[in-house]
């Protein structure tokens, strides 16, 4: 594999510090752990830290940095986890940054808004800026799932989603 074939990526996301020897609680935004075998180095906040060992806890990996030896040194550190990694990706596979600034769509095809932010936690969920057409609210909570997503096209830039009395209870 020559290093053509990587690119730096958003893998995870800070979530705290963990215990008093400078581990860091992550979340992971990769479907599978094994990506992270390979990675040596990790950015967080422009910084490059040895990536020395994680381990798993529920949905999140708790990661040891050979570069943070403390609690308060781990505590400074927040935002996005970024690594090169190998970017080819299966044909329905994507990178959550490439969420961005995606344009959202009803099942009518109408644009309602564009991605502002990803959230995780439990369920990863995306938030839409609304346009002014559709501003009863300003902004709309989708939970990331199936039940809610028609279709996802990074090519033409636009998300398509299924409008739910459900969903539409969620955000009311």
């Not at 990178?95 to 009518?108: A, C, S, W, Y």
């Not at 799932?145 to 409008?163: A, L, M, S, T, W």
Request: glycine share 6%; charged share 30%; aromatic share 10%.
């Amino acid at each position: 594999m020559g290093s053509s074939d990587l690119e730096k990526r958003i893998i995870a996301k800070v979530s705290s510090a963990h215990g008093i020897k400078g581990e860091i609680k992550i979340f992971p935004l990769l479907d599978s752990f094994e990506a992270l075998e390979d990675i040596k180095i990790i950015t967080i906040n422009n910084q490059d830290f040895h990536l020395e060992s994680f381990r798993p806890a529920k949905q999140f990996l708790i990661v040891k940095l050979k570069e943070i030896r403390d609690r308060n040194s781990a505590e400074a550190l927040s935002g996005y986890v970024f690594a090169e990694i190998n970017s080819d990706l299966e044909a329905d596979e994507f990178f959550i940054q490439d969420l961005f600034k995606l344009r959202v769509l009803n099942e009518q095809g109408q644009e309602l808004g564009i991605i502002e932010n990803v959230g995780e936690g439990a369920q990863v969920k995306i938030f839409v800026k609304l346009n002014e057409t559709f501003q009863k609210r300003n902004s709309l909570i989708i939970p990331f799932v199936q039940q809610f997503i028609e279709e996802i096209n990074i090519e033409e830039g636009f998300i398509k989603i299924k409008e739910s009395e459900f969903l539409l209870s969620l955000n009311s």
